[in-house]
């Protein structure tokens, strides 16, 4: 079934270590990619998006994302995490067919110890 | 600018009673989409909606299930006859008028049914 992968789904740092979650989906055809961060207590929020143009996308916070087409992944990276940063990322995509629709990985629990 | 607001942002119903879930979208933003968080899973689209017309279903469940945005007040998901099954979390979304655009979230409706 189509999907989209999420392979970590806890990942525990200290602060200062650098980052990468994984995401990878298998839809083909036009594909709009999000990734949306959950803090505790709070609701969605996007971190970054890509739609079109250069594949490697700055979002907030000193996060990044690349979208390797060849691979249909768009990991997510921050060089330097900090304790603040503990929450749960969730790999969304957008297929052009289906609208508005998003499809989500289920998500990374990131815990950043101080 | 308000965000998307959801309420109730818990409620208990009992099997068989009705849920009903409300969601206000940001302000000019005419499109609202719902979701549901079943535990430890990531979030699945039901519904995508516009004023007074429903755009995509294809992720709500056959039976008991219902969704509408009227012209004027908030969108509204309702669950008649619940059961232990629909206790998660549903959260509501909403873009304005592009479907490629960010969707913001609200911060959810936690379900439980007892």
């Known amino acids: 079934a189509q999907s989209v992968s999420q392979h970590n789904h806890h990942v525990i740092l200290s602060e200062a270590a650098s980052l990468e979650l994984g995401c990878n989906y298998s839809?083909?055809?036009?594909?709009?990619l999000f990734w949306y961060v959950q803090y505790p207590g709070q609701h969605l929020q996007l971190l970054l998006k890509?739609?079109?143009?250069?594949?490697l996308v700055k979002g907030i916070k000193g996060f990044e994302a690349e979208f390797i087409k060849s691979k249909f992944s768009f990991n997510l990276r921050k060089p330097s995490v900090q304790w603040s940063d503990t929450a749960e990322y969730f790999c969304a995509v957008n297929k052009g067919s289906t609208l508005g629709r998003l499809y989500f990985g289920r998500g990374t629990q990131l815990t950043v110890w101080p | 600018n308000a965000g998307v607001m959801q309420n109730p942002r818990h409620l208990v119903r009992r099997r068989g009673q009705e849920a009903r879930l409300r969601c206000s979208p940001m302000k000019g933003h005419s499109h609202v989409y719902w979701y549901r968080q079943l535990p430890e899973e990531g979030l699945k689209f039901m519904v995508y909606l516009q004023k007074e017309n429903i755009i995509d279903e294809s992720g709500m469940p056959k039976e008991r299930f219902s969704a509408e945005f009227p012209k004027e007040g908030p969108s509204i998901l309702r669950i008649q006859q619940v059961v232990r099954g629909d206790s998660a979390a549903y959260f509501c979304a909403s873009s304005p008028d592009s479907v490629e655009d960010e969707q913001y979230f609200g911060p959810g409706t936690r379900l439980t049914v007892t």
């Open positions: 839809y083909g055809g036009t594909v709009n």
């Open positions: 890509y739609f079109s143009g250069d594949p």
